[in-house]
């Protein structure tokens, strides 16, 4: 029965991934980008073949690679880390980011997505192993007996930050701090983590780049509940973005735009292959198309979400949530963002977006999840 229910998670993985490439393949033909076409079409099978091989894996074999009596993962560790740190060295500069490494003629890789999965692993791996610790709130003892692992987390933050891929890194800590809320840290030691945070998230606006406070304009004029938006100014080249997309939103309406040639197959929504591709979806299929969408979200990571916490391995069970909270927080911040319930963050939809390092990594972050699950399976059995 748990088989056949991966099994189900694994065919509405294809579906999607399927949809995405029918909806980027009408945006692509209007814009007459057959190389986009290709890249897309070459994305996905690479996604699904490695998905598939991963499949015929144990998830110990795939965290523990190549040294499998090792407690912790040191050889995804290492290279993660060096991944991240050499990008800065030698990466492609893109949009005043430096995150990508050219593949010599095979595209370029993002090594962010790559330390996302590991650092979600060693925090997992922590928490499995501190549990009365971190309900004690023993803060200084919980500090003494993982101080390298934390290192090595905080480290990556650093190093992702720099480059800078501030929506990963956001992403990712949001979703380590969800697992420590699980494993029972107190309320109080919740607060002040908050509040850290949003010292940490202020600082960042200050002291960061002038276009972060373009983007928080733009979410004051067109957030869903401000009395005030009115007066917000902003340029008309700033509000086109999150303008255009809510404008193809709406003329979606139930069953897609009528036209031949919609808002966003017009290019008046730019990044509508990435982060605005819910917008797409919207504008070309309707509502009810975009709500199947989020349904079969929903059926997925939710679900995959309720069986994580089932696993009885502690460390499994907290890296398959953490991966399942990476996904939904994804999931919620692109969608978010094209209804301007967010403010723009330059998030992919997974399974769908064009991007073959996010849909690679999304795709091995499930199949992973799926493994860890068939962990628990033979543990029941």
């Known amino acids: 029965m748990e088989k056949h229910k991966n099994n189900i998670y694994f065919l509405i993985y294809v579906l999607m991934s399927v949809m ?36 015929f894996q144990s998830a110990e074999r795939i965290i523990k690679f190549p ?18 740190v050499i990008v800065l060295i030698v990466g492609e500069s893109t949009k005043g980011a430096v995150r990508r490494l050219n593949l010599f003629g095979f595209g370029s890789f993002q090594p962010s997505y790559y330390s996302r999965i590991v650092m979600i692993g060693i925090s997992s791996y922590v928490i499995s192993k ?19 692992s934390l290192i090595y987390v905080v480290t990556s933050g650093i190093v992702i930050f720099i480059e800078p891929h501030l929506s990963v890194l956001i992403i990712t800590f949001l979703s380590i701090f969800l697992l420590f809320v699980i494993a029972g840290l107190r309320l109080k030691t919740i607060l002040i983590m908050l509040l850290i945070v949003l010292i940490g998230v202020s600082a960042i606006f200050m002291l960061g780049k002038s276009y972060r406070f373009k983007r928080l304009r733009v979410y004051k004029k067109y957030m869903l509940i401000n009395p005030y938006r009115d007066e917000v100014k902003v340029t008309a080249d700033e509000e086109r973005q999150v303008k255009e997309s809510l404008i193809a939103i709406s003329c979606g309406k139930l069953f897609g735009n009528e036209e031949k040639f919609t808002n966003t197959l017009k ?48 460390f499994y069970r907290y890296f398959a949530m953490g991966l399942c909270f990476n996904l939904i927080i994804t999931v919620v911040v692109n969608t978010g963002v094209a209804i301007s319930v967010l403010p723009s963050t330059g998030v992919s939809l997974p399974f769908i977006s064009y991007g073959g390092t996010a849909f690679l990594f999304d795709s091995l972050s499930l199949v992973l999840i799926l493994k860890l699950l068939e962990l628990k399976d033979l543990e029941q059995e």
């Open 267 to 314: 290019q008046y929504v730019s990044e509508s292959n990435t982060d605005y591709i819910f917008t797409l979806i919207c504008d070309v299929s309707g509502f009810i198309v975009a709500v199947l969408v989020l349904a079969l979200y929903a059926f997925l990571l939710f679900g995959l979400l309720i069986r994580s916490f089932k696993i009885e391995d502690v």
């Open 130 to 148: 501190n549990l009365d610790i971190i309900r004690e709130n023993n803060l200084v003892l919980f500090l003494k007996k993982n101080y390298l």
């Open 67 to 84: 040294f499998p009596k090792l407690k912790i993962p040191i050889f995804h560790i290492a290279v993660s880390f060096f991944l991240i």
């Open 20 to 55: 995405g490439l029918v909806f980027l393949y009408y945006l692509n033909q209007a814009k007459g980008d057959s190389y986009t076409i290709n890249q897309t079409i070459k994305n996905v099978v690479i996604a699904l073949i490695s998905f598939y091989l991963f499949k």
